[in-house]
C-alpha cells in the first residue's frame, strides 16, 4: 500500500515556477516508478513526468520538456516536479502516481494516486 499526498500548488503568472511535492509513504514505496500526471479543464488526463525507482532516469512529455524536472529523494519518501517558464496551458490539477513500471507510468496508468493539487498559471 502506498500513500500519496501533493502539495506546492498554486497561483502563479506566466513565466513563473512552482515546485510540487509528492509526500509518499509506505513500506514498499522506495520500489515504485513515480510520476506526475494532470487534467485541465475540458482536457483529458495527460502524463506529464515519471522517475524509475531503478535508477531514477525519468521521462517527459513533449509539451513540458526543458521546462519540468521531476526528482525524487527517497531518504524523504518525497517526489518533486519542478516547473519553471509556466504557461497559461500548464493550468490543471496535478496529481503525483505510483506504478513499478515507468512505463505504465507513460501511459498515464497507475496503482496509487494522490488527490491532487492545483496549479493555476495566470497570463
Known amino acids: 500500500q502506498v500513500l500519496l499526498v501533493e502539495s506546492g500548488g498554486g497561483l502563479v503568472q506566466a513565466g513563473g515556477s512552482l515546485r510540487l511535492s509528492c509526500a509518499a509513504s509506505?513500506?514498499?514505496?522506495?520500489?515504485?516508478?513515480m510520476g506526475w500526471f494532470r487534467q485541465a479543464p475540458g482536457k483529458e488526463h495527460e502524463f506529464v513526468a515519471a522517475?524509475?525507482?531503478?535508477?531514477?532516469?525519468?521521462l517527459y512529455a513533449d509539451s513540458v520538456k526543458g521546462r519540468f524536472t521531476i526528482s525524487r529523494d527517497n531518504a524523504k519518501g518525497t517526489v518533486y516536479l519542478q516547473m519553471n517558464s509556466l504557461k497559461p496551458e500548464d493550468t490543471a490539477v496535478y496529481y503525483c502516481?505510483?506504478?513499478?513500471?515507468?512505463?505504465?507510468?507513460?501511459?498515464?496508468?497507475?496503482?496509487?494516486w494522490g488527490q491532487g493539487t492545483q496549479v493555476t498559471v495566470s497570463s
Open positions: 502516481a505510483a506504478h513499478r513500471s515507468v512505463i505504465v507510468l507513460q501511459t498515464a496508468r497507475a496503482d496509487y
Open positions: 509506505g513500506r514498499t514505496v522506495s520500489t515504485y516508478a
Open positions: 522517475i524509475n525507482w531503478i535508477d531514477s532516469s525519468t
